[in-house]
């Protein structure tokens, strides 16, 4: 059975980085679409970035477009999600999660997605 884990997260100033990886218990992760999710505190879960099961394709929320990129090692079962320019307002927890298909719903919600993660919190403060 497929399981997720994110890492990466962490504290960081407003411009600065993190890149967070979502990884599996061993199973293969190429048969499907992951998709990087978010969820402040009092608000509902939103999404960031999806990526097709061979990478070929790629989704952005426009409040991220420019500033975040999505990747996958399929070799290695594990996406990545690179944030670059981080602000205030990206503060969230962070989930990956597989999807049903292979590839993205471009309008990023939830339903596709079969299986998560625990999720990874990031935080932007000075």
């Known amino acids: 059975q497929l399981r997720l884990v994110e890492s990466g997260g962490g504290l960081v100033q407003p411009g600065g980085s993190l890149r967070l990886s979502c990884a599996t218990n061993?199973?293969?992760?190429?048969?499907?679409?992951v998709g990087w999710f978010r969820q402040a505190p009092g608000k509902e879960r939103e999404g960031v970035s999806c990526?097709?099961?061979?990478?070929?394709?790629?989704n952005y929320a426009d409040s991220v477009k420019g500033r975040f990129t999505i990747s996958r090692d399929n070799a290695k079962s594990t996406v990545f999600l690179q944030m670059n320019n981080l602000r205030p307002e990206d503060t969230a927890v962070y989930y990956c999660?597989?999807?049903?298909?292979?590839?993205?719903?471009?309008?990023?919600?939830?339903?596709?997605?079969?299986?998560w993660g625990q999720g990874t919190q990031v935080t932007v403060s000075s």
């Open positions: 990526i097709h099961s061979q990478g070929g394709s790629t």
């Open positions: 061993g199973v293969r992760l190429d048969y499907w679409a």
């Open positions: 999660a597989a999807s049903r298909y292979e590839v993205c719903n471009s309008e990023l919600t939830t339903t596709d997605f079969a299986t």
